[in-house]
């Protein structure tokens, strides 16, 4: 048991977020978080990236995509490194050593809704002509 130290009453608490995938279509979107994980197998790695959407609607929800960076697929470790090249490409990276560099970047995300027979329909962003560059931004030092 671990005492809270104060009493929290469901009134007094936010609601739950919205889950529910956005319609398909184009969105001004930051990336917030960008972190490495390994694959389900283990034997392989993947960036997972979060994209807040900015505007025009839809503002403050979430997009999520994750690219096989390390993969015993060649096929999806290529995927997955176009995929990286094509956010490098929109946010005016030419190159990047650590996934916190691509934080703050910003581009023109185009999404698809996607079923999931385990999770019911989700948002994925469109390979190949899913970004678009933006006004080009200034970059953290």
């Not at 608490?13 to 994980?37: C, F, H, M, W």
């Not at 392989?44 to 995509?65: L, M, N």
């Not at 910003?106 to 970004?131: F, M, S, T, W």
């Not at 678009?132 to 953290?140: D, G, H, N, Q, V």
Request: aromatic residues 4%; charged residues 25%; without cysteine.
């Amino acid at each position: 048991m671990a005492l809270l130290n104060q009493s929290f009453r469901v009134d007094d608490l936010p609601p739950g977020g919205n889950y529910d995938p956005i319609p398909a279509g184009k969105y001004q979107a930051r990336i917030s978080e960008a972190t490495v994980g390994l694959t389900k197998s283990g034997t392989g790695e993947y960036i997972k990236v979060r994209w807040d959407v900015v505007g025009p609607t839809h503002q403050g929800r979430a997009v999520f995509q994750n690219l096989n960076v390390r993969n015993q697929s060649a096929q999806a470790e290529g995927i997955g490194r176009r995929q990286l090249r094509e956010i490098m490409e929109a946010i005016g990276l030419p190159a990047i050593e650590d996934t916190d560099q691509l934080i703050g970047g910003e581009a023109e995300i185009r999404v698809k809704i996607k079923e999931d027979d385990q999770y019911g329909p989700r948002n994925e962003i469109v390979a190949g002509a899913g970004l678009t560059a933006r006004a080009p931004m200034p970059r953290p030092a």
